[in-house]
């Protein structure tokens, strides 16, 4: 059998393909992290939550309704996002302007009280949501056997980081999200709706973090915490490319999950600590991260 | 006043716990180059943001064209005909020239002052050169003219210039008075706000003197060649 430094390279290989994986799902949750902090300054804990949130939607979407996984694929995300719209208006746009401590401790507290309502409703127990039919089986490449529901998580995220990437880098819309994440009060002095422009920003956020937690779904067991357990990486994810920057997020994302993998690999006590040394030398090298700006 | 298309009425303005503006009065007529006058300082850059509804505090009554717009979001006044131009220029980092000409939208387009593009082009043609340069690539002069430029393309007819001449050379201060002399042969009415006094002397109709929050005198242009001693106490020159 092939080996590669040592292991064995279908192990390898299975492992850059899971750290591909959990790399879409960093780049797709540092995306939309990174674009609120832009536009709104708020660091949002509760992101993580909204990911656990899409996952949970689209099970109650299976469960007492009989949706499947396309369904979800659609409704969700409109659904997280009309919540996410209902907090930026009725809380989050009460403390623009204040320190970035209070956003923070914000959405901690609505991280607190929608994982509360989530344990209250489908308990503690991890619950299983299966992998559509339509996306079942395997891909053989010759080298390898790839689960077909992986590629196509890998498909769909980085399908959507791109159609998101062009949105904002190139397109009328885009160019005026980015002018108002450097001066907001000048855009609006220019006749741009910037209240309604960081709502909806806000709500695609929240709605990309829930079609994430669809994506997520099939391939965990859905606990209340699971957000918890990813939010953390992915604000190391952030800080790496560089607060605010979209190519940054994504890229960092990707890569620091193919690096996870790997330290999987050759050295698994490290697997989970890799990417806040990582981190840690970014910032000691440049502290705004690889491909944000000073 | 006939004709008027802006004004103050009794304007106070607050930077946080700051009393900045105390009690602004004045009226702009249709077509009018009016100038502000006074030493750093004085409000007269914090005039024109009140006007703009960026500060964070402000009372009085402000109309545009007889309209009430006190009230009236930041976002909205746009919409009433103004064009601002910051003294820092705000020229986006993250956009290229075309994309900062091409960003403020097209308030008004049955107003009749919308300048096209090929205009614009034609008035400053080192904007169509730099067309895909990041706009802070761009010199001080060239951003100075995108930052004229891009309200030039709304439709606004009522133009707040803050310190447009500030930093530049001489050559490039020349053009600036040149495309304000065009603009106000096109009815465009402009308020700017000038440091550098030769600048402004010859362009502006009426000079209103601004200290401490106020406007506290106001100069015709006729009456400027005899009141030129008090305008130098003014400026502290």
Redesign the interface.
């Known amino acids: 059998m092939t080996e590669i430094f040592g292991v064995p390279a279908q192990v390898l290989y299975g492992q850059l393909l899971l750290g591909l994986v959990n790399g879409s799902f960093y780049a797709l949750l540092s995306l939309g992290l990174s674009v609120i902090f832009g536009l709104l300054n708020i660091v949002n804990f509760a992101h993580g939550t909204m990911y656990m949130l899409g996952a949970f939607l689209a099970y109650a979407l299976l469960m007492p309704l009989g949706l499947g996984y396309w369904w979800a694929f659609i409704l969700v995300p409109l659904v997280a996002g009309g919540i996410g719209i209902i907090i930026e208006r009725t809380i989050l746009h009460r403390i623009y302007g204040l320190d970035n401590i209070y956003g923070l401790l914000v959405t901690f507290g609505l991280t607190m009280v929608i994982e509360g309502l989530v344990r209250v409703y489908f308990g503690v127990s991890g619950l299983r949501y299966p992998v559509p039919a339509s996306l079942s089986g395997m891909l053989d490449l010759g080298f390898m056997r790839l689960p077909v529901y992986r590629v196509w998580v890998i498909v769909a995220a980085l399908g959507l980081c791109l159609v998101t990437w062009l949105v904002i880098e190139r397109t ?1 819309l885009g ?2 999200l ?2 108002g ?3 907001p ?11 309604l422009l960081v709502t909806l920003v806000f709500g695609w956020g929240v709605g990309l973090a829930a079609l994430a937690g669809v994506l997520a779904a099939p391939l965990m067991q859905l606990t209340p915490q699971i957000g918890h357990s990813i939010i953390i990486t992915v604000f190391g994810v952030v800080v790496i490319g560089g607060m605010g920057s979209i190519l940054g997020s994504i890229l960092s994302g990707l890569t620091l999950g193919v690096l996870e993998g790997v330290a999987k690999v050759y050295y698994p006590e490290a697997s989970s600590t890799v990417i806040f040394v990582v981190m840690i030398l970014v910032l000691l090298v440049r502290p705004h991260g690889l491909f944000g ?1 000073q | 006043m006939a004709g008027v298309i802006l004004s103050l009425n009794d304007v106070n303005g607050w930077y946080g716990e700051s009393h900045v503006l105390h009690g602004v009065n004045l009226e702009v007529a249709r077509g009018e180059v009016v100038s502000l006058i006074g030493r750093n300082g004085a409000g007269r850059t914090t005039i024109l943001r009140a006007i703009m509804g960026l500060l964070e505090r402000r009372n009085g009554r402000i109309e545009i064209k007889g309209r009430d717009m006190s009230a009236v979001a930041a976002h909205k006044l746009a919409m009433a005909g103004l064009g601002y131009c910051p003294e820092e220029r705000g020229i986006f980092s993250t956009l290229s020239c075309e994309e900062n000409l091409l960003l403020p939208p097209v308030t008004r387009r049955d107003s009749g002052m919308r300048v096209s593009l090929s205009e614009i082009y034609e008035m400053f043609p080192n904007l169509a050169e730099r067309a895909k340069s990041p706009g802070t690539r761009l010199s001080g002069g060239e951003q100075q003219m995108l930052a004229i430029a891009r309200i030039l393309r709304t439709g606004a007819d009522i133009l707040l210039l803050d310190e447009i001449s500030e930093g530049l050379a001489p050559v490039i201060v020349q053009t600036l008075a040149r495309v304000i002399r065009e603009l106000k042969s096109r009815g465009f009415t402009i308020v700017m706000v000038e440091q550098n006094f030769r600048f402004a002397a010859p362009l502006a109709d009426r000079f209103l003197v601004i200290e401490h929050g106020r406007v506290v005198d106001v100069v015709q242009q006729s009456e400027l060649a005899h009141r030129m001693d008090e305008i130098h106490r003014f400026l502290g020159v």
Request: aromatic share 4%; no cysteine.
């Open positions: 009328r160019a005026t980015r002018a994440t450097e001066n009060k000048l855009v609006q002095a220019f006749g741009v709706n910037v209240p700006k």
